[in-house]
């Protein structure tokens, strides 16, 4: 199996936006890991902010950016000719539906970096028992693993994992965006629990379909295909435990002091 290191840098990407070098989005992360650790610190001391209309915009915008992001992977993969459901074969070429879905995948990164923003948010409104380490791992961890995915890896089967995601995400900051608007709608957001249950139903279909696609032969980087297998299942593991605490452990059964994760319109 290859390493990253004798991996060859798709070129591409080489003048893509962010994409020359890993710095910036080791920056960025870097800069949110400092929010999410000493934001909540320095809110102490000030008073929440009431972020309604930015919400709404912000939620709207993510609903938008996934639906395109997610119509992109389906139009540069179901159109191919080649495109198979077992394995769609690595194409590193220039033609147009190819450099589709490498435009599509640089989206779904740079969505990544966007999405950070849930996590100001939360410091913002003193939201401090939503910021988790399930939700700073997660925010933490996709751009840095997106990044090398676009710079190294964007093409082939790469497309099903960020297609399922967006497709989840559209719903997701679709509940977040209703949420927004109000305590009015608060009774038609009875879906939230079943979120987390599609979340986990990806985690394990993506599971599934890189082992498939490596049963066959599909010509994708194998070190990736095990980064995923493995991701994904850290994302299952904890995924799993926040369902629990969250929906299913009875609330006098909880430790003192130990709040179950909740999720960010509460």
């Known amino acids: ?34 929010v999410a650790t000493l934001g909540p610190r320095v809110m102490r001391n000030f008073h929440s902010l009431d972020l309604k209309s930015a919400m709404i915009f912000y939620n709207l915008s993510l609903v938008l950016l996934s639906a395109y992001i997610l119509y992109e992977f389906l139009m540069s993969t179901w159109r191919n000719p080649k495109f198979e459901l077992l394995c769609l074969q690595f194409d590193s070429s220039t033609q147009d539906l190819p450099m589709r879905l490498l435009g599509a995948c640089w989206w779904f990164y740079f969505s990544k970096l966007i999405e950070l923003i849930d996590t100001v948010f939360f410091v913002l409104r003193k939201k401090t028992n939503q910021i988790t380490f399930l939700h700073v ?49 608060r009774p038609y957001l009875w879906w939230k629990r079943y979120l987390t249950s599609l979340q986990l139903v990806q985690f394990c279909l993506v599971i599934l379909k890189i082992i498939a696609s490596m049963c066959v032969g599909c010509g994708y980087p194998p070190i990736f295909q095990y980064v995923t297998i493995s991701y994904m299942t850290s994302h299952i593991v904890l995924f799993t435990k926040f369902y629990y605490q969250t929906y299913k452990m009875p609330a006098n059964d909880l430790r003192v002091g130990e709040t179950p994760a909740r999720s960010k319109d509460d």
Do not use: I
């Open 1 to 34: 199996m290859d390493s990253l290191v004798d991996l060859q840098a798709d070129v591409r990407v080489s003048q893509w936006f962010l994409m020359s070098s890993p710095l910036p989005t080791l920056v960025v992360v870097a800069v949110y890991l400092m």
């Open 137 to 185: 791992y997660h925010h933490a961890t996709m751009p840095l693993l997106w990044w090398l995915g676009v710079k190294y890896a964007g093409g082939g089967e790469v497309y099903f994992p960020p297609s399922f995601n967006s497709g989840v995400h559209v719903l997701m900051y679709l509940y977040y965006l209703l949420a927004a608007l109000g305590p009015a709608l």
